[in-house]
């Protein structure tokens, strides 16, 4: 019996930032493309960025092998209403960051213990009644997720997260 052993490529993840036309139906053809092709989108942020010229900015967080993820950026940038692909994750230095809103409902000292924590990861108070807090919290998306998965014990019953929102850093624009 012969063994025969392939190198496997690494998982990645990849930001993407898309400059498109801001107009109806885009986002589906955005969306569409992942799905028809089984890409999965770890986070999906779209604003737009220019009105007098009509554009929005996508930011979608995505993974798979190198190949993949040139493939997406391939395919991105063949669809009609974009007008510019960028991997900020493989372009070079650039900044991302995400908000979370986490709701906790405790009393006595998970309480206090949920706002220690909070004051370390430089989380706000954003409301506040006798039996609970929304915290704001913005930073990496680790950071987030270290933030949540301490307040599941101490009372965490929901949350919402914007997704990343990224941009190169220097002078380059998309």
Do not use: C, W
């Amino acid at each position: 019996m012969q063994t025969v052993t392939t190198q496997t490529e690494a998982i990645e993840t990849h930001t993407i930032a898309v400059l498109v036309d801001n107009e109806a139906g885009v986002l589906g053809r955005v969306i569409g493309l992942f799905s028809g092709r089984g890409y999965n989108i770890e986070s999906l942020t779209v604003s737009e960025v220019d009105h007098h010229e009509r554009l929005s900015r996508i930011n979608i967080v995505t993974t798979g092998t190198p190949m993949v993820i040139e493939q997406i950026k391939a395919q991105l940038g063949r669809l009609v209403p974009v007008h510019r692909v960028r991997d900020l994750t493989s372009e070079g230095p650039s900044v991302q960051r995400e908000l979370a809103l986490v709701k906790v409902v405790s009393t006595g000292e998970r309480r206090v213990e949920s706002l220690r924590v909070a004051d370390i990861f430089r989380a706000r108070v954003v409301d506040s009644t006798n039996e609970s807090f929304v915290f704001e919290i913005v930073g990496k998306t680790g950071k987030l997720d270290a933030f949540i998965r301490l307040m599941e014990p101490l009372g965490l019953i929901d949350v919402s997260r914007t997704g990343v929102a990224a941009i190169a850093r220097g002078t380059d624009s998309l």
